[in-house]
């Protein structure tokens, strides 16, 4: 193992990159001020989903959000079974945000045995030979050879113990994403892993970021993703990759943002008094939600509540082509 204070990490700090923090910092603050994520359940679960269903989707796994959502919610699904499991995997991985410490280099190998449970035969130790990191079929560049990993990875995580109080969480999570990415420690699951660190990490300094869909980002500017790795390989740091992740973390506050004033903006009190009385994916009759919500009267329930909710696709119904099906149930989305 390089000794630490000889282990040096290159990468500038540019104004541009300051712009960007002091820009997310304020964000940042406004939506945890919000509060949103804590009284609306609803999104920090839809969100979590989106935050697996773009990591998987990078790394090239076929199932759709919704498929995703049904696998998560334990309904069957029709599909590759790996792509499945990948799924299960994921979510516990995720799940587990805010129980481990992400300047742990053990509790690294523990969550990659568990993002690969029955996915891979490597399954929480380090590699044994050469990988490369891919674009699709495009090879961006060849990682480290295996016998440099085990001393590599020590250094990178005693770096991070090092200047975690001296170096903001947003560069820093930055830098050991793409430094992850570089030494590519393991077999498999390399990315799923480097972007979950990163929420960790950046959970750790704010745990709003537990809950932000930061990988439907990447997921959108994929290829800028690559790019940037390949620019930062080119160039010898990692200056190119902490700005395109500073600019991707910004652009999902200012979808959080959105998201919170949209949710509000349009919400009778009545309407969010039925969506806060109903579980996520949860069926409810008609009757029980009235009385959940102490109504007597089924017209004013129908006109003041459930059908404003299902107008603006809060809610959903379980026979959609029988809208007045005595067996009609309505689930929260």
Sequence with gaps: MYPVEH?????????????????????????????SFETKPHLRRNNRIRSIHSSLAIEANSLSLDEVKSVISGKTVIGP?????????????????????????????KLHGVMTYLTVQESGVFRNHNEGVFNGDRCIFMAPPPEFVPDQMESLFAWMRKNRNEIHPLILSSV??????????????????????????????????????????????????????????????????????????NLTLDWALQQIAEKDAYLSAEVQRLIDAMEYDVPYTGAQLMEKLSLKSRDNFRKLYLLPALENGLITMSIPDKPTSRNQKYIRK
């Design 7 to 35: 282990y040096v990490l290159p990468f500038s700090i540019t104004n541009q990159m300051l712009t960007l923090v002091a820009q997310i910092a304020e964000k940042t603050g406004r939506v945890s001020n919000y509060r």
């Design 81 to 109: 079974q790996k792509e499945i499991q990948e799924v299960k995997n994921a979510y516990r991985a995720y799940e587990m945000l805010g129980q481990f410490d992400p300047h742990s280099l053990d509790d690294l190998k």
């Design 176 to 249: 050991f994403h793409y430094e992850f990415v570089f030494i590519h420690p393991f077999a498999d699951d390399n990315g799923r892993m480097a972007r979950l660190w990163q929420t960790a990490l950046l959970s750790e300094w704010n745990p709003i970021f537990q809950y932000l869909p930061l990988e439907s980002r990447i997921h959108e500017f994929q290829n800028g993703y690559y790019d940037a790795i390949a620019a930062c390989h080119s160039a010898g740091n990692s200056d190119a990759f902490i700005s395109f992740m500073l600019d991707k973390i």
